[in-house]
């Protein structure tokens, strides 16, 4: 980066997000049903790839997805991540020593023309232009949007107003098909069974928290347990 950049997203915040993905696998069917379409749509007759993740966060995800690729499919994947939060990059640095981590802008980051095989961009924003610059013509581009029902048990007790207690993405859809051709789409949508730690840790690990107030967060925080709706959309184009 050029200069420093104040984020919302803080260390809590990413380590909390990766004691939910690591210790009780809160994205694992996401982490698996990408992997299966990177090898379906990109990989089946490569040995290696590369993959991009854009606004990788603490990255989990990169580490998850291309882990299952290497013993899934025995594929061997570079993987490197980029986000604009230096707590995000820190945190994945310690975490996740085999990968390339990178903090800076997802509009404007360091990579030459055409150097990516997939580009992964999960529940972060999108640049079109960029992503189109660094992405191979045959690349992939995959991502990851919340869907109608994503974490509605929060929603539910943070907004008062019904329409915001469910989520829509015929917006981001809209853009995504404008500047790349669908090739596919899956919609994962499972519950998971939260104890009372890891509900302190999804309430730590959510920007819908920023919203809530501090009555709201207590309501949260007092459950012994809940079950709690992950309903996520994955995307998956190429280049037009
Ligand atoms: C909701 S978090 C998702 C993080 C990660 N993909 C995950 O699912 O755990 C959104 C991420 O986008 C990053 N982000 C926001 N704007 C960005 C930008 N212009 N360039 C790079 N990263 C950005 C944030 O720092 C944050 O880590």
Redesign the pocket.
């Known amino acids: 980066m050029p200069r420093p950049v104040k ?1 919302m ?1 803080s260390r809590n915040l ?1 380590q909390a ?1 990766r004691k939910l ?1 690591t210790e009780i696998g809160f ?1 694992e069917p996401l982490s698996q049903a990408i992997a299966e379409m990177i090898y379906k749509h990109a990989a089946i007759e490569r040995e290696s790839l590369s993959l991009i ?6 990255g ?2 990169l580490s998850n997805i291309c882990e299952n690729m290497r013993s899934k499919y025995q594929k061997i994947v570079t993987g490197v991540g ?4 230096k707590e ?1 990059i820190l945190e994945a640095s310690r975490s996740y020593a085999n990968k390339i981590w990178t903090v ?4 404007n980051t360091p990579f030459m023309n055409e150097q990516f095989d997939v580009i992964l961009n ?4 999108s ?1 079109y232009n960029e992503f189109n610059r660094v992405l191979k013509a045959d690349g992939l581009f995959i991502k ?1 949007v919340p869907q109608s029902s994503y974490l509605k048990e929060l929603r539910e007790i943070i907004y008062n107003q019904p329409e915001k207690q469910s989520y829509s993405n015929v917006d981001i859809v809209e853009r995504f098909n404008e500047n790349f051709q669908v090739m596919d789409s899956s919609r994962i949508c499972y519950t998971i069974p939260l104890g009372n730690t890891f509900i302190q840790s999804l309430v730590q690990m ?2 819908l928290a920023w919203e809530a107030t501090k009555e709201q967060v207590k309501l949260l925080l007092d459950e012994d347990s809940a079950q709690i709706t992950v309903d996520l959309e994955i995307l998956i184009g190429k280049k037009r």
């Open positions: 984020s997203y990413f997000r993905i994205f993740d854009m606004g990788c966060g603490e989990s995800h980029i986000d604009i939060s995000g800076g802008d997802l509009a999960i529940l972060s924003p640049n990851v959510t920007p």
